[in-house]
């Protein structure tokens, strides 16, 4: 065995020891570490040491290297994007996966058949959002993938439905979705499947400052398709506004028209956690496909999403992603491999820190934690309607603030501002443009974030407005 491998094989405890007490002093600190990083001088360098240093030189390095660029986003005042942290039990989870290294497609055999873990997870979080248990699921990497899996499914049945098999002889006829606010990923989806981003047919959303489906448009649109079937591609929270599409509605259209149900429920699944907003998604049982994302609200580490399909479909969801000659067809247990069920073949046991949070919290951990992110947002919302200098540029639904300096005169100052603030290090929030303004958005999913934080965010807006007028 090469020397270094075999001192470090010999050293092991003492690594990990050492990397565990850098790891617990990094989260400890986690309130004082930047938000962003004004550190643009590391040097990169191209060229790989013929010796190799060894596990505890490297991680010195690292450290010396490139400490300063690794930003809070997993600390309580990351509110850009939609940026969820890792739960105390995440992590737990997440580390054993790394030591175990699993390659996760399996529930029966003689190898590795760690998928069983993969599977119960995926019950528990049917569970946690209180769905049906027809449907089947998988891990993936985000909800970009957990879209595209979902519509790489949808786009099999829609080739069935003209009686063309898509994933053998690829795409022959034109696909047709329908969509009002879809999430940039889905977009993106079209094109990664062949389908084609321009393909998509756009529904009205309802008047007035909505970006959800109008369900009048949508009828119509349907009814202008004579019969034709089509992929519906709707949104359990939109990114900007935080808005759900009417999924009663949907679910009675569905009884009346041939389409395919998605939706992309990638943060606004985590509605069904709170008794005040549970009525959200309402309905949404009936989708053929949903996507939720790991890594936002469930506050998992990054590389985490799943899909829910429901069980009904898994021959075509087989046909589309079929690895091996011996595909499952029975009971979802016998024989299930995960390898013909999603784009992946070798993979992780990503299930693992998800398993662990839900375990350690379970579904009144969760409430209060989407509890929580609601109420900040609102008491944030609320800050930023009583202050002269600002306004909303939407109504806070449920965990989004969106947000711009009052007044059409300052929107050129809106970059600076958000420049100024950010670079405080204390709070992260992300631009944006909604009905044609620009503005700044803030999400809370974050399981740290307190009140505390929330007078630091408001103290750091407040001092960017005052140093502005000077
Ligand atoms: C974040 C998000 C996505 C994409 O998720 P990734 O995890 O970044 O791949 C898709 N849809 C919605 C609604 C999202 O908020």
Redesign the pocket.
């Known amino acids: 065995m090469n020397s270094f491998l075999q001192n470090d094989l010999t050293n092991i405890e003492a690594l990990l020891q050492l990397t565990k007490e850098y790891g617990v002093d990094f989260l400890k600190n986690i309130d004082k570490r930047p938000t962003s990083s004004k550190e643009n001088s590391v040097e990169l360098i191209n060229q790989l040491s013929t010796e190799g240093i060894g596990a505890e030189a490297s991680l010195h390095e690292f450290i010396q290297r490139f400490e300063s660029i690794i930003v809070s986003s997993t600390g309580p005042r990351y509110l850009g994007?939609?940026t969820g942290g890792s739960t105390p039990a995440a992590i737990v989870g997440d580390w054993l996966a790394t030591v175990f290294d699993q390659n996760t497609q399996a529930v029966k055999g003689q190898g590795d058949i760690s998928a069983k873990i993969e599977f119960e997870t995926i019950q528990l979080l049917l569970d946690l959002f209180s769905l049906p248990k027809d449907f089947l699921g998988g891990f993936v990497?985000?909800?970009?993938?957990?879209?595209f899996t979902c519509l790489a499914v949808a786009r099999q049945w829609f080739g069935k439905q003209l009686g063309k098999d898509f994933a053998k002889e690829g795409i022959s006829e034109k696909v047709t979705i329908l969509s009002a606010t879809p999430?940039?990923?889905?977009i993106k989806s079209l094109s990664m499947l062949g389908i084609g981003s321009n393909n998509l047919v756009k529904i009205k959303t309802i008047e007035g400052d909505r970006e959800a489906i109008d369900i009048t448009d949508l009828e119509q649109q349907i009814q202008e398709l004579n019969g034709k079937p089509f992929i519906l591609i709707s949104?359990?929270?939109?990114?900007n506004t935080v808005d759900f599409d009417d999924f009663e509605a949907i679910a009675k259209l569905r009884e009346k028209y041939k389409f395919w149900w998605h939706i992309?429920?990638?943060?606004?699944a985590f509605a069904a956690c709170s008794s005040d907003f549970k009525h959200l998604v309402h309905g949404w049982e009936n989708a053929d496909s949903i996507?939720v994302?790991g890594?936002?609200w469930l506050n998992v580490p990054y590389d985490n999403?799943f899909f829910f399909v429901k069980e009904q479909h898994k021959l075509l969801q087989i046909e589309t992603f079929q690895n091996s000659n011996a595909p499952y067809l029975g009971n979802p247990l016998d024989n299930f491999n995960y390898l013909n069920f999603l784009p992946e073949n070798s993979r992780r046991l990503r299930a693992l820190p998800a398993w662990f949070t839900l375990k350690a919290y379970g579904k009144k951990g969760y409430q209060d934690i989407v509890d929580n992110s609601i109420h900040l947002t609102q008491q944030f919302g609320q800050f930023i309607q009583e202050n002269n200098s600002l306004e909303l540029l939407a109504p806070v639904r449920l965990n989004t603030v969106c947000f711009s300096l009052s007044g059409n005169e300052n929107q050129e100052k809106i970059t600076d501002f958000l420049a100024r603030i950010n670079d405080s290090g204390k709070v992260f929030m992300t631009p944006t443009v909604y009905n044609g303004k620009k503005g700044i958005r803030a999400a809370f999913v974050n399981w740290r974030t307190n009140e505390t934080d929330l007078e630091i965010v408001k103290e750091i807006i407040l001092e960017a407005i005052s140093t502005r007028k000077k």
């Open positions: 994007f939609v990497t985000g909800a970009t993938m957990s879209n999430h940039s990923s889905s949104s359990a929270g939109t990114v992309d429920a990638a943060f606004g996507t994302d890594h936002k999403a």
